[in-house]
C-alpha cells in the first residue's frame, strides 16, 4: 500500500498525556497517534519518527472477569506492533489502550468500584502488555460520569500505578507507562474541576 495514504487515518495527535514515565512522573507533551487495526492503514505504512508515542487501539474489558482482553481477530497484530513500529524509530514508544468510544462505560464503572475487580484489571492489563511486547498503557475510559466515579477513577489510577511500580521493581524491568486523558474529563466535569485534580493528583 502506498505510503501516501492519508494519514488521517491514524488520528494523528498532539497534546498533553498525563503519562508515568519510566525515570520522573510528570505531565509531558507528546506527539502521538492511535492505530486502529480497523483502518485498513497497515502498521508498516507508519512512519513513527515522525511520533514519540503510537497507541494501539483498543484491547476491551470483559465485563465478567474484570480482566483485559484483546480480541483474536486483533492479536497477531499487537502482539507484532512494537517491533514493527521501531524499524523506523526504535526510540518510539508504544502503549496499549484499553476502552475507546464504543466500550461499554457501564462495565469500567462497575470494575472501578471494587477493590477486587480492579485488582484484575490491572494485574491483566500489566501481563497482557508485557506478553505483547508494549511499553505502558492507556486508558480510555468515556467517561466517568458522576463524583462517584470520578472517586473510584482516582482510585484505580491510584493502584495502578502502585502495581506498574512493584512489577517493575519485581522483574527488573523497565517501569510501564501510564496515560489517561484528562482533557476529555476536564470536558465532562466542566463544574467539577476539583475532582479532575484530585484524580490528576493520583498520577503525581
Known amino acids: 500500500m502506498s505510503s501516501t495514504k492519508p494519514i488521517s487515518l491514524l488520528v494523528s495527535i498532539t497534546f498533553f498525556f498525563s503519562l508515568l514515565l519510566s525515570s520522573s512522573s510528570a505531565q509531558s507533551v507528546v506527539k502521538a497517534s492511535y492505530w486502529f487495526p480497523g483502518s485498513e ?10 511520533f514519540t508515542h503510537l ?17 483474536s481477530a486483533s492479536q497477531q497484530k499487537f502482539s ?12 518510539v ?13 457501564t462495565a469500567f464503572a462497575s470494575m472501578a468500584s471494587n477493590p477486587t475487580s480492579r485488582k484484575s484489571f490491572i494485574d491483566s492489563s500489566i501481563r497482557l502488555a ?10 480510555d475510559w468515556e467517561y466517568p460520569s458522576s463524583a462517584t466515579e470520578m472517586s473510584n477513577f482516582g482510585t484505580l489510577l491510584r493502584e495502578w500505578r ?11 524491568r523497565q517501569r510501564l507507562l501510564l496515560a489517561w486523558h484528562p482533557n476529555c474529563i476536564v470536558h465532562t466535569f466542566k463544574s467539577d ?12
Open 41 to 50: 492503514y497497515p502498521v508498516t505504512d507508519i512512519d513513527s519518527s515522525l
Open 162 to 172: 502502585s502495581a506498574v511500580v512493584a512489577e517493575a521493581s519485581s522483574s527488573g
Open 193 to 204: 474541576s476539583y475532582l479532575i485534580l484530585k484524580a490528576q493528583s493520583k498520577l503525581l
Open 130 to 139: 508485557r506478553s505483547n511486547g508494549f511499553h505502558g498503557l492507556d486508558l
Open 80 to 91: 507484532t506492533f512494537t517491533q514493527t513500529v521501531q524499524r523506523r524509530n526504535p526510540s
Open 55 to 71: 497507541f494501539c487501539a483498543f484491547a476491551d474489558l470483559n465485563a465478567q472477569t474484570n480482566q483485559v482482553t484483546i480480541a
Open 93 to 105: 514508544k508504544t502503549l496499549l489502550s484499553i476502552g475507546g468510544g464504543a466500550a461499554d462505560k
